[in-house]
């Protein structure tokens, strides 16, 4: 199985500002993702996170508000950019395909509190 | 827009007692779907993960069953204990390498 880390695993926030989450795989992945899990709700997919270019998002979500980078296999960023209360929630970063597995694997969550 | 619903939001029973937790989708063309538990404030755990091929999966005091055709999953737990108290999530994998989750379960297990 695979081991993701994630940092910050919270942060307390002001209106306007903007937080960098950063994704570690322990290996070599295929695809990694971020999710949003608000309050109360099950989890949502943000955008697909490729490597070397630019994130595929979903619908009701875009590069400017959150840019996401994954410069190798194993690393990735999500940023929320100009944050309001509207945007606490736990972010989730996970990957699959490793080694020809299926299973997705998920970070123990950033928890982030917008004042 | 594939669709993923869990039976019941909430359950809650005495410990001993097997827990039987539902899963339906829409789209019967599934890559394949993971059972998953999340303990309040924290990440998801992997449970099982059912192929499309599959009809099921065991692990533990844990059983996944899969029937496409019907779009239906459900996750048994056998002999529940208070430790199994989580919420429970269902997650397809359709074609397009996304998950859909369902909102969840949320299982009591009393002492």
């Known amino acids: 199985s695979a081991v993701i880390s994630q940092k910050p695993s919270r942060d307390i926030c002001q209106r306007g500002t903007s937080l960098t989450i950063q994704c570690q795989v322990d290996s070599q992945v295929t695809m990694m993702f971020w999710y949003r899990q608000q309050p109360g709700q099950s989890l949502t997919l943000i955008a697909t996170a490729n490597q070397g270019s630019e994130a595929t998002y979903e619908s009701g979500f875009v590069i400017d508000k959150f840019p996401i980078s994954r410069p190798n296999l194993t690393f990735s960023t999500l940023t929320v950019s100009n944050m309001s209360p509207e945007d606490s929630s736990i972010y989730l970063c996970?990957?699959?395909?490793?080694?020809?597995?299926?299973?997705?694997?998920f970070g123990p969550g950033t928890r982030l509190l917008v004042l | 827009k594939q669709e993923v619903t869990q039976i019941p939001a909430a359950l809650s029973v005495p410990e001993g007692e097997n827990l039987v937790l539902n899963c339906s989708f829409t789209d019967s063309a599934i890559y394949n779907l993971q059972w998953f538990r999340q303990d309040p404030g924290k990440g998801l755990t992997s449970l099982l993960l059912?192929?499309?091929?599959?009809r099921e999966q065991t692990s533990g005091r844990l059983n996944a069953s899969l029937d496409k055709s019907s779009g239906r999953s459900t996750l048994y737990i056998a002999a529940s204990q208070p430790g199994d108290s989580a919420t429970y999530l269902c997650?397809?994998?359709?074609?397009?390498?996304?998950?859909?989750f369902g909102a969840g379960t949320t299982v009591t297990v009393r002492a």
């Open positions: 996970s990957a699959i395909g490793l080694a020809g597995q299926e299973t997705q694997y």
């Open positions: 059912i192929q499309s091929s599959q």
């Open positions: 997650a397809v994998l359709f074609n397009d390498y996304k998950l859909s």
